[in-house]
Every structure is written in structure tokens, then in C-alpha cells.
């Protein structure tokens, strides 16, 4: 592992040998990295991302902005979006790692933070800022990891040696239309390496699929299921059964799901 960074929390997966690196430009970006596994992000899926140097992901196009408006009609990822300048000093390097050593850290890690989940993880994204300095200031280190399989998506944020600023910065991330969108609450940017959502100072992690949490007994909803309407004690259309169902020695060819949980025959 390559790290300039003196004191690196436990919680960091290795970074640096062989990864992509930014270009060292006020406000640049990487070029589009295409993803060997496409992410899913609040019902829509990327096959592309950009690490852009000002602390955030994005996956349709590159972003220079450093003013922090995580509301800005994007699907955005940004573990510390500020000015950040790495003509100064630091890398800001990434890759997608499919090894089994890494893939076992990050299963392990989801399913500690989600045990309501069943996950095994396929595909870690991994990207890295060491040691950049704010446009004024020191150089912080933090890392987003974009945990992925097939069916789920998951963030992991880590946090290094975070300076106190007086540049305007924002952390959190938001979706195209800002229906999915968290601000990480602290007040300060260095308390973002002593706070958490999964009680793991530095560390912070998110379900970004978009489906929902359920019990690891549940089987998988959502994707193509008929909806009902939105209606008081409403129900569905009659839903015509491929299989009759036997209950109790009467067949039946056809259901109707309610809304008050009762299904009718």
C-alpha cells in the first residue's frame, strides 16, 4: 500500500499500487471509469463513474464545481465536497477491486451494519484522497468505497485526518431528482472522523439500492411487482392465478390483494 498519510485509520482498504490517478489540475476530474460491475443508485444503474478532485463521484459526466450543492439534479456522491488542491500536495487515485481478500472485508463489514441484509459483495470501487489540501489550508484524507452485487449497492465512507476549515464544504450524497437526498449531520468537517451512523468512529455507511431493508427471510420485492393504487381501503384488480391454489378443498383461480393486509378470494 502506498499512503503519505502518517496515521491511516484501520478501517482504510490499501490504496495507491496500481490504481488510476487523477490529474493534479485545479478543479479536474478523472476520465470516465467504466465499472466491470455496474452500480445501482436509488433505481437507476451506472456502468461509468468520475472521481472528481473536489471530493465527490459522479457518473454521467465529470463535475469542476466546488461550491457544495448536493441538490443540484445529479446522482452525486460526496464523502467531502470542497476546494480541494492536489497541484498541492497529496493523490487522489482509485480502482475497482474484485479480489477475494478485498470482497471479504466489505461483505463482512455490510453485514455488521445490516444484518437484516443478506449480502455477499461482488465488486468494491474504491477511491481514495491522501493528504490533498483544502485550497487554503491542510491536507485531509478521507475514502468512499461503492459496495456492490447484482441486486444490491451499498457506500462505505471513511475518514482520516480531516482539518477544520473555513471554506464552504458539504458531505452526504443526493440522487437526479432529490428524492434520495443525506447531508451527513456534524457541524464541523473534522467531526466527521469522530462520528459515525454504524458506531465506528470515521466510518459511515448507506443502503443506496433503493429496495428495501427486509428480514433476511423475506424474498426479494419490488423490481416488476403490480403495484396497488394508493386508495383507502382499496385493492387490487383481480390478479388470475397460472397455478389455482387449493385451500382447504376449494380451488381458487384468482386473487385479490387488499390493502388492509386481508387477501380476498
Sequence with gaps: RHSSSLTLPANFLPFGNGEIV????????????TLQLPFKFFGRTHNQTFVNNNGHLTFTEPLSDYIPLLNSGRDIIAPLWTQLDNRRGGTISCREDRSSAVLAL????????????????????????????????EGVTFQVVLVSNVHRSFILINYGDIAETEQMWQAGYSTLDSLHSFTIPVTSAPELSSSSNINVNGRRSFHVDGSPNLPTNFLASGAGDRVNPPAEDGSSDVIFLQQP?????????????????????
Design 22 to 33: 487523477t490529474p493534479r489540475l485545479e478543479n479536474g476530474s478523472s476520465e470516465a471509469i
Design 106 to 137: 466489505v461483505t463482512a463489514a455490510i453485514d455488521r451494519y445490516f444484518p437484516n441484509i443478506t449480502f455477499v459483495a461482488t465488486s468494491a470501487f474504491v477511491a481514495t484522497w491522501d493528504s490533498v489540501p483544502y485550497q487554503n489550508g
Design 245 to 265: 391454489f387449493k385451500y382447504f378443498g376449494r380451488t381458487y383461480n384468482q386473487i385479490f390483494v387488499s390493502i388492509s393486509y386481508f387477501p380476498h378470494h
